[in-house]
């Protein structure tokens, strides 16, 4: 593996290394969400759930679609949906 891609690949596990980033894509891998309801959900401030949005869409591993005046948000594709099913599986696995 050349060090690009190193590099590429521990950016995106960096950015899957904080609970709250894996809780937005926990709730996104169930159905797409606007910011509101995903701040409800995770009983944050609009505010935030932006901030760790921005950083997701960045790294690929979020979508942003427009409806009106709303922003929907989803899982890039099945790739991150896939990485994080299997993230999951090995966690519940290994830790209960």
């Not at 190193?6 to 980033?21: E, V």
């Not at 809780?23 to 760790?52: D, F, K, W, Y």
């Not at 942003?64 to 993230?87: C, I, M, P, S, T």
Request: proline share 2%.
């Amino acid at each position: 593996m050349d060090g690009s891609l190193a590099r590429s690949m521990a950016r995106t596990f960096r950015a899957l290394a904080d609970p709250t980033r894996v809780r937005i894509l926990a709730a996104l891998s169930e159905e797409e969400l606007c910011v509101g309801a995903l701040a409800a959900r995770l009983e944050m401030t609009p505010s935030a759930i932006s901030h760790q949005l921005r950083l997701l869409r960045r790294m690929h591993l979020v979508r942003r679609r427009r409806e009106g005046k709303r922003a929907l948000y989803a899982l890039d594709d099945n790739h991150v949906r896939d990485l994080f099913a299997v993230a999951r599986e090995h966690v519940l696995e290994k830790y209960g």
